[in-house]
């Protein structure tokens, strides 16, 4: 083998393996391509245990904003949920209220998204790894926020 043609191969190595999926709502309203690194059969989805995690059925991936690509202005189309520190869309199908995931929005100096794998066309829940998550206890304010306004001023749920 030429020395370019090793050099060639190593870069190849190198990339990180990617695999891009359709996703979107249940009515078909909204849609997106998400890109994922490491492909979904290797990606560890996130199973956290926090009151909007059960409650918004969500099981999630983080992809960059710049990995998604939206569909027919599909992420004007969310409808969105803001809750705790109203920071970030808890994002939603108007038409069929499939739950859709995170835009985190400013939240961290990268802009992400936590998309709920059970958007992505196809899935099976069964096939994923997950990974399990304790948002219960390690994400402020650490209480069950279901059914409950977090008012930021008095530091307590009303
Ligand atoms: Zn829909």
């Known amino acids: 083998m030429s020395?370019?043609?090793?050099?060639?191969?190593?870069?190849?190595e190198d990339r990180k393996e990617t695999g891009t999926y359709e996703a979107g709502c249940?009515?078909?309203?909204?849609?997106?391509?998400?890109?994922?690194?490491?492909p979904l059969s290797e990606y560890k989805v996130l199973e956290c245990n926090c009151s909007a995690c059960t409650h918004l059925g969500y099981l999630l991936v983080y992809p960059k904003a710049s990995d998604i690509v939206w569909?027919?202005?599909?992420?004007?189309?969310?409808?969105?949920?803001?809750?705790?520190?109203?920071?970030?869309?808890?994002?939603?199908?108007?038409?069929?209220g499939a739950s859709l995931g995170i835009d985190?929005?400013?939240?961290?100096?990268?802009?992400?998204?936590?998309?709920?794998?059970?958007?992505?066309?196809?899935?099976?829940?069964?096939?994923?790894?997950?990974?399990?998550g304790d948002?219960?206890?390690?994400?402020?304010?650490?209480?069950?926020?279901?059914g409950h306004i977090w008012d930021e001023e008095k530091q307590q749920l009303t």
């Open 3 to 12: 020395s370019a043609a090793a050099a060639a191969e190593e870069k190849v």
């Open 26 to 38: 249940h009515c078909g309203y909204i849609k997106f391509a998400v890109t994922l690194s490491p």
């Open 71 to 96: 569909h027919n202005d599909s992420r004007e189309r969310c409808a969105s949920y803001r809750f705790n520190t109203k920071q970030k869309d808890q994002m939603f199908c108007p038409k069929c």
């Open 104 to 132: 985190f929005l400013d939240v961290f100096k990268d802009h992400v998204y936590g998309i709920n794998a059970r958007s992505f066309y196809g899935i099976d829940l069964g096939a994923l790894n997950y990974r399990k």
């Open 135 to 146: 948002g219960k206890n390690k994400v402020l304010p650490a209480q069950d926020l279901s």
